[in-house]
């Protein structure tokens, strides 16, 4: 049975954590970037989508990162908040944030802290430092 119009109850706002200054805040739950309200730095907050190689210096948000199997991450530094999973590549000095999952094919080279990685039978990790079970970073 469909429900009527499901986004009633949906949350108007959701929490975020600043990734520059560790500002605590709501944003409009369907926000893509703000501006947080006490840096004033721009923040990107949304779930992100790699599906081609992508080039960042530093790459952040507070949402989840899914990176497709033709998709390739290329940065100095990685941050997603809620996570991310891994079926193409990632190459960067270093991630922080949620769990790991790297799917089989996946390809990570980085350093990384995260609270839990799945490692998927087929996907490789080349030369990188993790610590796993660390306090969510930034608490
Ligand atoms: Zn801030």
């Given at each position: 049975?469909?429900?009527?119009?499901?986004?009633?109850?949906?949350?108007?706002?959701?929490?975020?954590?600043?990734?520059?200054?560790?500002?605590?805040?709501?944003?409009?739950?369907?926000?893509?970037?703000?501006?947080?309200?006490?840096?004033?730095?721009?923040?990107?907050?949304?779930?992100?989508?790699?599906?081609?190689?992508?080039?960042?210096?530093?790459?952040?948000?507070?949402?989840?990162?899914?990176?497709?199997?033709?998709?390739?991450?290329?940065?100095?530094?990685?941050?997603?908040?809620?996570?991310?999973?891994?079926?193409?590549?990632?190459?960067?000095?270093?991630?922080?944030?949620?769990?790991?999952?790297l799917k089989k094919n996946a390809v990570w080279r980085g350093d990384c802290v995260a609270p839990s990685i799945t490692v998927e039978p087929g996907a490789r990790v080349?030369?990188?430092?993790?610590?796993?079970?660390?306090?969510?970073?930034?608490?």
């Amino acid at each position: 049975m469909a429900r009527v119009k499901a986004n009633a109850k949906a949350p108007a706002t959701r929490p975020v954590r600043c990734y520059h200054c560790g500002h605590e805040h709501e944003v409009a739950a369907r926000a893509s970037r703000v501006s947080c309200p006490k840096c004033a730095k721009s923040l990107r907050v949304e779930n992100v989508t790699i599906r081609t190689t992508e080039g960042w210096q530093h790459f952040q948000t507070c949402g989840r990162v899914t990176i497709l199997a033709k998709g390739k991450l290329v940065a100095q530094t990685v941050e997603a908040q809620l996570g991310i999973e891994v079926r193409g590549g990632l190459e960067a000095k270093s991630y922080r944030g949620g769990p790991v999952t790297l799917k089989k094919n996946a390809v990570w080279r980085g350093d990384c802290v995260a609270p839990s990685i799945t490692v998927e039978p087929g996907a490789r990790v080349q030369r990188s430092a993790f610590v796993i079970g660390a306090a969510d970073p930034g608490r």
